[in-house]
Structures are given as structure tokens and as C-alpha cells.
């Protein structure tokens, strides 16, 4: 499964249900469809959550519709870092014996609409981001990365914004997110 969900720029920034639509469906969406979908994953499953280099400390009342953004990329880079923190959330609960569960950053600025529209630039080829994301979900590179974030500006597991290492915090998103589920 790979959960490659994106808006930053949107003309209705407050879902039906009052949420901001970055949150909902970078973060909430994936969330709940990996959830759905993990009995028929198995445990030789893998789920590819793709994030961003954009990442921002999460505001728990923007994720809870509690506060409304007037920055895009504010809230966008902060649905990415959620999206991060419930993948070690996940990984952590599915423990050794679970499918595999990643956060990938597919490449800053790549030709997506996405960034035409919000940045104004032409970007990077989109195959950079497409070979990382087939190499997460098949290779044996990836295959005991449970919980890690691969970062392809960097070509290499890395470290991401350090609230998605703190576990108070990761246990806060968690809240939050569970809260809004049905």
C-alpha cells in the first residue's frame, strides 16, 4: 500500500466536517485506510507513507479543526510530520512480527502539480520520486525499515524533524488522530 496523498494548496481549506483538508487528507486519510486495510496486509505486507522534507511541529488544535491556517505550507509541512510520527506510532504497535510500515520523502520540488501550482516551478523529474517509492514498497532495503523515514534529497535513512523521535509527542498525535476516527 502506498499512501502518496498531497494537497497544499486548496480553495476549501475547511473540510465538511471542519477539519483542515491538508490534515484530512495527508494525514487522517491514510491513517485510516492503512487501519482498514491491515488484516488484509498480512504480515509480509509493506505500507509506503509518503511525507516530505517539509515537515513543522504539529499544532494538535489545527489537527483537530480547532484552528484555522492562513499559511498552506504551514499546515502542509505539519500533515507531513503527523503522517511521519503514525508510521513509528504503527510500526512500534505492529512490533517485529508486523507488516513493514515507512515514511518516505519521494524528492523535493519534483514536476508534480502540487508544487507547479504552490512554488511556480517547472521541478525535478517525477521518476526520481516514483523509483523510491517502487524501491520502498518492494526492495530488501526496506524490509526490516519498520518505522524509519527514508529521505531521497538524501539518499539514505535519516532522522526527521526530531518531535517525530519524541515519543510524548507521537503519543499526542495519536490522540488526536484516534479522536477523529469514526
Known amino acids: 500500500l502506498i499512501n502518496n ?3 497544499l494548496k486548496t480553495t476549501d481549506t475547511v473540510t465538511r466536517d471542519g477539519l483542515d483538508a491538508r490534515f484530512a487528507v495527508n494525514t487522517i486519510a491514510p491513517y485510516l485506510l492503512t487501519k482498514q486495510l491491515l488484516p488484509l496486509l498480512g504480515t509480509s505486507g509493506r505500507v509506503v507513507n509518503v511525507s516530505s522534507a517539509a515537515q513543522a511541529p504539529v499544532d ?3 489537527l483537530m479543526g480547532r484552528k484555522k491556517y492562513a499559511d498552506a ?3 502542509y509541512a505539519q500533515s507531513k510530520l503527523a503522517i511521519i510520527m503514525w508510521t513509528r506510532a504503527l510500526a512500534a504497535q505492529l512490533g517485529e512480527n508486523g507488516l513493514v510500515i515507512v515514511a518516505v520523502n519521494p524528492g523535493s520540488l519534483l514536476a508534480s502539480k502540487m508544487v507547479q ?3 511556480g516551478v517547472a521541478g525535478s523529474d517525477l521518476n526520481i520520486g516514483a523509483k523510491i517509492l517502487v524501491r520502498a514498497g518492494l526492495s530488501d532495503e526496506f524490509s526490516h525499515a ?3 523515514y527514508f529521505d ?3 539518499g539514505r535513512f535519516s532522522d526527521p524533524h526530531p518531535d517525530a523521535l ?3 509527542k507521537i503519543e499526542n498525535v495519536m490522540q488526536a488522530i484516534e479522536q477523529l476516527l469514526p
Open 5 to 7: 496523498a498531497g494537497v
Open 60 to 62: 494538535l488544535d489545527g
Open 73 to 75: 505550507m504551514s499546515a
Open 117 to 119: 501550482q504552490g512554488f
Open 146 to 148: 519498520s518505522g524509519k
Open 152 to 154: 531521497n534529497d538524501a
Open 166 to 168: 519524541s515519543s510524548d
